[in-house]
Nanobody, 121 residues
């Protein structure tokens, strides 16, 4: 069992930055790839970025490339999502998710509760 807790969301003006954190806990947490997803009101949840267990492989959806950066600290089991040049369309609830024994997070085993990001124009 893995528990995921997101933090760092909030209200920011367009063009600003936010850094989200995802703290993982559980006896097997070291073997999980971590991904970030988001869900805007009235829309389906969508993939943002993911990072492999060792942090040597990262993948971003098109809208995130060049603006968002995912990283992880395996000493503290924390994964970060640095978001720059934010746009109003980035407004959503952001979730982190974990999937075991994989490089990419395509079918997460565990989800966090989400953190709200609101970008004002």
């Amino acid at each position: 069992q893995v528990q995921l807790v997101e933090s760092g969301g909030g209200l920011v003006q367009a063009g600003g930055s936010l850094s989200l954190s995802c703290e993982a806990s559980g006896s097997t947490v070291r073997s999980y790839a971590i991904g970030w997803f988001r869900q805007a009101p009235g829309k389906e949840r969508e993939f943002v970025a993911d990072i492999s267990v060792r942090g040597d492989s990262r993948y971003y959806d098109l809208f995130a490339r060049g603006r968002f950066f995912i990283s992880r600290d395996n000493a503290t089991y924390t994964t970060y999502l640095q978001m720059n040049s934010l746009k109003p369309e980035d407004t959503a609830v952001y979730f982190c998710a974990a999937q075991r024994f994989t490089v990419r997070v395509t079918s997460p085993h565990f989800w966090g509760q989400g953190t709200q990001v609101t970008v004002s124009s």
